[in-house]
């Protein structure tokens, strides 16, 4: 797990890492600071990166098997991403989808472990929306030896699916996860508060109905006080103050801006590396109706960062 999230296998001379071939596509709606940075972590350790809009998978997915080693893809849907993987003969990894973030986690797995010495033992408390970002911790937490408490409104529960598989999980590697409706229990005893946008992608027309959701699950000092005495927090950005107020957001327990630049240096790894870090904690995507029938190194779909480790 150092050597691989450690700041001494990541932080170097520009030139190091490695020199092959890597698209980065985008969702046309997806041109964002966290794609730019990525595109900037990659060129600045020796990958051509090209950065390029998604239109058909399927064209696109044979297109790019011929010119470059391995796709990193920023979508809308995760069925994009099973396509492109089905008619894919590289490795595609998920860059961002509905369901999953997974290079964002891997940027606050490094931010902890830097602040905390270890990721093993310490329990997440997550307080917000079942999204994307919750979906990705919720499926490599355990592997890492970390407990997750999870709060959302009623209504806004993690995927069923994902959740089915994060207790299976939490069996295997002794941890525990918990799911509630009440912010402060799960913020209890929690060494790390996490949340993040309440409206995510094509939730904008929801806006007002998820405001009133999700009144009460703002995190502020009353939400600190019941966790851990060395709580800090995490927010992957871009914060709106309903979501976590100024005190806590700008205060020295926040990890925030570190949890940002991490994203760079997580993405300039070796992406080989990053793939076999994917195999290992989640195979191709782990829920059988997104599971491609394709041999293992051919046209594999990568949703998770914790497999290798």
């Known amino acids: 797990m150092r050597q691989v999230l450690g700041p001494g296998a990541l932080r170097g001379p520009r030139g190091i890492g490695w020199g092959g071939d890597l698209w980065l596509g985008a969702d046309p709606c997806l041109s964002s600071s966290q794609t730019n940075g ?30 470059t080693d391995a796709v990193l893809a920023r979508v809308y849907k995760q069925s994009d991403l099973d396509i492109l993987a089905k008619e894919a003969s590289i490795p595609i990894v998920n860059g961002l989808s509905d369901l999953y973030h997974p290079i964002q986690i ?18 997440l408390s997550w307080i917000g929306d079942g999204n994307n970002i919750l979906h990705s911790i919720m499926m490599s937490a355990a592997k890492f030896g970390m407990h997750l408490q999870v709060a959302t409104p009623k209504g806004y529960e993690p995927d069923p699916s994902i959740t089915k598989l994060a207790e299976q999980y939490a069996k295997e590697n002794g941890t525990k996860l918990s799911l509630t409706n009440d912010p402060l229990e799960a913020a209890c005893g929690g060494n790390v508060l996490i949340t993040d946008t309440w409206i995510s992608m094509g939730q904008e027309e929801e806006k007002k109905k998820r405001l009133q ?18 709580w800090t927090f995490l927010h992957c950005l871009p914060r709106k103050p309903e979501e976590v107020d100024d005190e806590v957001f700008y205060s020295p327990r926040s990890l925030v801006f570190p949890e940002a630049e991490n994203r760079k240096w997580t993405i300039m790894t070796d992406p080989y590396v990053n793939i076999s870090i994917l195999v290992k904690i989640l195979t191709v995507v782990d829920q059988p109706e997104h599971q491609s029938p394709l041999p293992v190194n051919h046209g594999r779909l990568y949703n998770s960062y914790t497999e290798i480790l």
């Open 38 to 67: 990525m595109y900037m972590g990659f060129s600045r350790c020796g990958t051509r990166a090209l950065k390029c809009r998604l239109s058909s998978c399927g064209p696109w997915a044979y297109v790019l098997s011929s010119m």
């Open 106 to 123: 891997l940027a606050d797995y490094l931010t902890l472990q830097e602040h905390y010495g270890s990721l093993k033992g310490l329990t």
């Open 213 to 230: 959701a999700f009144q009460g699950y703002q995190v502020t000092m009353k939400t600190a006080k019941v966790a851990a005495p060395d």
